[in-house]
C-alpha cells in the first residue's frame, strides 16, 4: 500500500492568515491526490481534486499544487469556517489511502 | 440535487450481523462507484472498498478484505455494507461517497458525494 504522510498534525492560525498543509507519498502517485475538509460530526468534503484542480463551489482562496511524491495545500485569507481538519487521499492505485489528518485550530 | 443518504445509526451486540445502505439520486446510478470509508471514533479516514454498480465489481482493500462484504441493487440505486459477526472494533462511523475511476484504476475528480454518514456502536 501506498503510505500518505501528512505534516503538520496540528497547526494554530489567525483568521486572515495563509497556511500551507503537505503530504507525502511513499512512492510516486503521478497528480493522483485528492484533499479532503472535515469539520466535527459532519462528512467529508471534497476540495482539491488531481493535486491542484479545485472543487466546484470551492472558495478561491484554497489552492493545491505538487506532483510525484509531495504535495501542498494552501489556504490564503484564513476564514472562520476553515477550521477543520484536512485529510489528503491518494487515487493512483489501489487501495487509495488517506493520509491522517491534519486539524487547522484557530490560534 | 445529487446526493447519497445513508441508513441510520445502528446499536449492535457482538456477534451479529448488519447491513447498512447508501441510497444514490440525482445522477446516473450505474455510471459511478460507490466506496466506503470507516472512521473510528476520534481518528482519521480509512477507505474500506469500491464497487461498480453498472456490474457489481468491487474491490476491497487488504485491511478489510473477508472482514466486510459490499454489495449494491442497482434497481433501487443503493448501495450496501454488512458484516456477518459484529465485535466491538468495528464501531465506527461508515460514510459512503461516490467517485469515477478510470480505466487504469485511477480516481478521477476525487470523491464529491457523500453520504451523512452510518454510525455503528457495538456493545454487549
Known amino acids: 500500500d501506498i503510505q500518505m504522510t501528512q505534516s503538520p498534525s496540528s497547526v494554530s492560525a489567525s483568521v486572515g492568515d495563509r497556511v500551507t498543509i503537505t503530504c507525502r507519498a511513499s512512492?510516486?502517485?503521478?497528480?493522483?491526490l485528492a484533499w479532503y475538509q472535515q469539520k466535527p460530526g459532519k462528512a467529508p468534503k471534497l476540495v482539491i481534486y488531481?493535486?491542484?484542480s479545485l472543487q466546484s463551489g470551492v472558495p478561491s482562496r484554497f489552492s493545491g499544487s505538487g506532483s510525484g511524491t509531495d504535495f501542498s495545500l494552501t489556504i490564503n485569507s484564513l476564514q472562520p469556517e476553515d477550521f477543520a481538519t484536512y485529510y489528503c487521499?491518494?487515487?493512483?492505485?489501489?487501495?487509495?489511502?488517506f493520509g491522517q489528518g491534519t486539524k487547522l485550530e484557530i490560534k | 440535487e445529487v446526493q447519497l443518504v445513508q441508513s441510520g445509526a445502528e446499536v449492535k451486540k457482538p456477534g451479529e450481523s448488519l447491513k447498512i445502505s447508501c441510497k444514490g439520486s440525482?445522477?446516473?446510478?450505474?455510471?459511478?462507484?460507490i466506496a466506503w470509508v470507516r472512521q473510528m471514533p476520534g481518528k482519521g479516514l480509512e477507505w474500506m472498498g469500491t464497487?461498480?454498480?453498472?456490474?457489481?465489481?468491487?474491490t476491497y482493500s487488504p485491511s478489510f478484505q473477508g472482514q466486510v462484504t459490499i454489495s449494491v441493487d442497482k434497481s433501487i440505486s443503493t448501495a450496501f455494507l454488512q458484516w456477518s459477526s459484529l465485535t466491538a472494533s468495528d464501531t465506527a462511523m461508515y460514510y459512503c461517497a461516490r467517485l469515477v475511476v478510470s480505466m487504469f484504476g485511477v480516481v478521477e475528480y476525487g470523491m464529491d458525494v457523500w453520504g451523512q454518514g452510518t454510525a455503528v456502536t457495538v456493545s454487549s
Open positions: 487521499q491518494q487515487g493512483n492505485s489501489f487501495p487509495y489511502t
Open positions: 464497487i461498480y454498480p453498472g456490474d457489481s465489481a468491487t
Open positions: 440525482g445522477y446516473s446510478f450505474t455510471t459511478y462507484w
Open positions: 512512492q510516486g502517485i503521478s497528480s493522483g
Open positions: 488531481a493535486a491542484s
